[in-house]
């Protein structure tokens, strides 16, 4: 069977080329696109091609400028809306935030409180991103002060493997269940979460609000494939410009998601910037991207394997088994058994290599000994990896 690598390579080289940051930085290694993602030149085009020939507000004029803008923020709805794969679109709705974080905080916030009751129970992730917690907790908090007690229960996590755990969910998710947030893909270990598992557990009813900041860009995301209620997302980690993110809400579970108040004007740019990313995205194929950026992660989780200086998070047995490294898609995250891992992030970077290390916003996280994360995008190379590999074992 050929190599995912070899067979894709001609299809990777072209795209590679189009990110003008990547090639004018040849000695450098990016590393870090779990954090941000470097722009194709499409997307900088899009921003330069709408500052320059229609920058109006949106919603408010009525010349051509202004209906332009206005024309492109619904438009780049719809565009969500098909990159997601959602077969209904005139039920959902798409919301426009400045990111992940903000996107979760509206679902707490402007959807979450009409939902419950007293003594009804939220089930939400203690392991992920601090972003997919604080804002259900600040929920629970705010309707305590209104006389409405909530209880928070944890979806269970297993560190050792990175992932959820399901059985142990079943014992979580009783008659007062009324809401699960989860996350697609892992932002330290990487690993696939397999929302569908989570479906099964709390059964056709309850509303699952989706954390696909590391999935969205990345890999195919179908709506109609995952049972969810909302899939929330960062524009930045998507190839579009930061500033940039949106909710989708299917609105079939629950109330209907209205983010209240006045929104002022919304980030057209950023909203460009997006919709042309998509646009990049869907014609490089999702899947793609999926395919290079896993076979290349598997090389460097293979590598770390064969080294003993090096500890995997995430899923430290069987790592050479193709099921636990299937799992795991364009990000791992490890430490050197005796050097520190931000040290070792300066000593990387001293040769060439851009890695993030330290906790990684992850909840709980501060009192954890730090990580190197490395994360990928379909603009790394084999070369790239095999280079790393050659410098982490000189380290050894
Ligand atoms: N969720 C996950 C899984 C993330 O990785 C991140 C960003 N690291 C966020 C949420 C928050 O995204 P943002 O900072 O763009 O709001």
């Known amino acids: 069977m050929a190599d995912a690598v070899e067979e894709l390579t001609p299809w990777q080289r072209p795209l590679r080329a189009q990110f003008p940051i990547i090639v004018g930085h040849p ?54 809306k098909e990159f ?11 919301h426009f935030t400045s990111g992940a974080s903000e996107g979760l905080r509206s679902v707490a916030r402007d959807w979450l409180p009409a939902l419950l009751a007293d003594g009804d129970e939220i089930v939400v992730p203690f392991a992920d991103h601090q972003a997919n917690l604080a804002p259900w907790l600040e929920t629970r908090e705010l309707l305590a002060r209104q006389g409405v007690r909530i209880r928070v229960r944890e979806l269970p996590y297993q560190e050792s493997s990175g992932d959820y755990d399901p059985a142990a969910l079943a014992e979580v998710v009783g008659p007062r269940t009324r809401f699960v947030a989860a996350t ?38 179908s709506v109609a494939d995952l049972d969810v209620d909302f899939v929330v ?72 394997s064969r080294m003993d200086a090096y500890e995997v998070l995430g899923c430290q047995s069987s790592l050479s088994a193709a099921s636990q490294v299937q799992r795991r898609r364009s990000i791992v995250a490890f430490r050197h058994r005796e050097i520190a891992s931000h040290d070792l992030g300066f000593i990387l970077f001293s040769h060439g290599f851009m890695v993030r290390s330290d906790s990684h916003c992850q909840a709980g996280g501060e009192e954890k000994e730090g990580s190197v994360r490395v994360s990928l995008h379909v603009h790394n190379t084999p070369e790239e990896i095999a280079e790393l590999i050659a410098a982490l074992a000189s380290l050894q």
Not at 84 to 94: C, I
Not at 191 to 216: K, M, Y
Not at 245 to 263: I, L, M, N, T
């Open 233 to 304: 997302f960062s524009g930045h980690k998507a190839l579009a410009l930061p500033g940039s993110g949106a909710v989708w809400a299917r609105g079939r579970r629950g109330p209907a998601f209205r983010p209240g108040g006045w929104r002022g004007t919304p980030n057209t740019v950023g909203i460009a910037s997006l919709a042309a990313a998509l646009d990049w995205l869907g014609a490089a194929g999702p899947d793609r991207i999926e395919r290079w950026t896993v076979a290349l992660t598997s090389r460097l989780t293979e590598g770390l």
């Open 27 to 80: 000695e450098l290694a990016y590393l870090d696109s779990a954090a941000t993602s470097q722009k194709p030149q499409a997307v900088l085009d899009a921003v330069q091609r709408y500052l320059t020939t229609s920058n109006a507000n949106a919603g408010r004029g009525s010349y051509p400028w202004a209906n332009t803008t206005t024309t492109l923020v619904e438009s780049a709805r719809d565009r969500i």
């Open 184 to 221: 697609h893909v892992h932002h330290v270990h990487g690993v696939d979460l397999n929302v569908h598992r989570i479906r099964e557990a709390v059964g056709p009813r309850t509303p699952i609000c989706l954390d696909a900041a590391q999935s969205v860009g990345h890999m195919p995301v």
């Open 84 to 94: 997601l794969g959602d077969p209904e679109p005139d039920r959902s709705t798409v």
